[in-house]
């Protein structure tokens, strides 16, 4: 948090931060370091994530590798601006399993002080930008993107490669239905 001095007041000077990548690039254990600094800098933190997501706790922030930090699930990002009174800095996790309002409640929020951190999937697993993400991205002043290491040769992955047959968007699920694929590996795949 930054504050900023407007003739005798003083106001906080918030923005937006997105980190986005494919599966097992490592966004929700970015996420969880910025909110524990803040954390340690004595900060008002609060984090949320879509109700949906219960795969590895029914609240807290879970990373591939095991890191968690407390948080409130919510049905809507609406519900975001009702419980983010008064902090400093809010987290979001799997941004692109909210509604398309999201943007403008995470705007609201740096709009009145506050630092935004959000994380999630830029792309679904057939390549196509995935949720509000897109639309995040244009309105973040910070972009990180993150890569995992593709399962097939090695190389950078920014591909999210779905291993089953299911055709719906949202499938919740780990190693077994994704792996992560550089973008040669992901159009052999693709191609088939």
């Not at 807290?60 to 902090?87: K, M, Q």
Request: charged share 30%; glycine share 6%.
């Amino acid at each position: 948090m930054f504050l900023e001095q407007k003739g005798n007041k003083i106001q906080k000077k918030g923005w937006i931060e997105v980190v986005c990548g494919s599966m097992f690039s490592g966004k929700t254990e970015e996420l969880i370091r910025r909110l524990k600094r803040a954390e340690f800098a004595k900060q008002k933190v609060e984090i949320f994530k879509p109700a949906i997501d219960i795969r590895y706790d029914d609240e807290n922030v879970v990373s591939h590798v095991g890191t968690s930090i407390r948080s409130t699930p919510v049905p809507s990002s609406g519900n975001i601006l009702l419980l983010a009174n008064d902090v400093d800095v809010v987290g979001i996790d799997e941004a692109q399993f909210f509604d398309d309002e999201l943007p403008e409640v995470c705007e609201k929020l740096a709009n009145s002080g506050t630092r935004v951190i959000i994380a999630g999937l830029d792309m679904d697993f057939t390549g196509k930008p995935f949720g509000p993400i897109p639309a995040l991205l244009s309105k973040a002043e910070f972009v990180t993107k993150v890569h995992a290491i593709c399962m097939r040769c090695g190389d950078l992955a920014q591909y999210s490669h779905r291993k089953t047959q299911e055709e719906a968007l949202v499938l919740l699920g780990e190693i077994d239905e994704y792996e992560p694929l550089c973008r040669k590996c992901f159009n052999l795949v693709a191609t088939r």
